[in-house]
């Protein structure tokens, strides 16, 4: 995938589940070996306690935050998991959509 690419179109990259060490996990999407779109979290007895959002700034402003917390959100549904939000942006994206009622803790 090329950079301009990247850079143009935050909804057409690929994201990838890296475990990272313990019980810690991520969503990122690298351009030339370097992470330029990540979403931590820790994940323990059924819970991701949702870290860090780092989006690099050429993405800035093009969603891709919200792809990457749409990523994780999918990932809980898909194992049975509740989200609970730590991360500043995590925090607010809950407190502005009903779209993660089902998976964020209450």
């Known amino acids: ?10 909804q057409a990259f690929d994201l990838e ?3 990272l060490g313990g019980n810690k996990y991520a969503y990122q999407h690298q351009s030339n070996s ?5 979403i931590e979290w820790t994940e323990d007895r059924g819970v991701m306690t949702m870290t860090h ?3 690099d700034d050429s993405l800035r402003g093009q969603g891709a935050a ?3 917390l749409d990523q994780a959100a999918t990932y ?4 049975g998991l509740k989200m609970k939000a730590v991360c500043s942006y995590v925090v607010n994206a809950f ?12």
């Open 1 to 10: 995938m090329s950079e301009n690419k990247d850079v143009k179109s935050p």
């Open 76 to 79: 809980a549904r898909e194992k």
């Open 34 to 38: 370097a992470v330029i779109a990540e």
């Open 53 to 55: 959002t780092y989006v």
């Open 66 to 68: 919200k792809k990457l």
């Open 17 to 19: 589940l890296v475990e």
């Open 95 to 106: 407190d502005r959509s009903d779209a993660y009622d089902d998976v964020k803790v209450q």
